[in-house]
Nanobody, 116 residues
Framework: QVQLAEFGGGLVQPGGSLRLSCSAS????????MAWHRQAPGKERELVAN???????NYADSVKGRFTISRDNAKNTLYLQMNNLRPEDTAIYYC??????????WGKGTLVTVSS
């Protein structure tokens, strides 16, 4: 059983920055692909960015050039650096882990609010 805990959400003004962290339990974190998803009020959950076990990354078009996903396997931690935040980035952000067996785990989410 893998447990995920997200940290770093909060209220930020447009143009500001936040760094989200996702701490994962378990010793096989390094073989998993990981991702950040988000769900805005009244909308479906969407993929923000993902990172493979060897560090390959992909981003949603809406965040390219503003967000950076990274991982520290030694610390079992996933990060999302978010710069130049916009009101439309307001959402609950979820961490997701997917193992080669296709088993998936989700965190409980952290709220990001971008507002003046």
């Amino acid at each position: 059983q893998v447990q995920l805990a997200e940290f770093g959400g909060g209220l930020v003004q447009p143009g500001g920055s936040l760094r989200l962290s996702c701490s994962a339990s378990g010793s096989i974190f390094s073989i998993a692909s990981m991702a950040w998803h988000r769900q805005a009020p009244g909308k479906e959950r969407e993929l923000v960015a993902n990172i493979s076990s060897i560090g390959g990354t992909n981003y949603a078009d809406s965040v390219k050039g503003r967000f950076t996903i990274s991982r520290d396997n030694a610390k079992n931690t996933l990060y999302l650096q978010m710069n130049n935040l916009r009101p439309e980035d307001t959402a609950i952000y979820y961490c997701r882990v997917r193992f080669p067996s296709a088993v998936v785990y989700w965190g409980k989410g952290t709220l990001v609010t971008v507002s003046s």
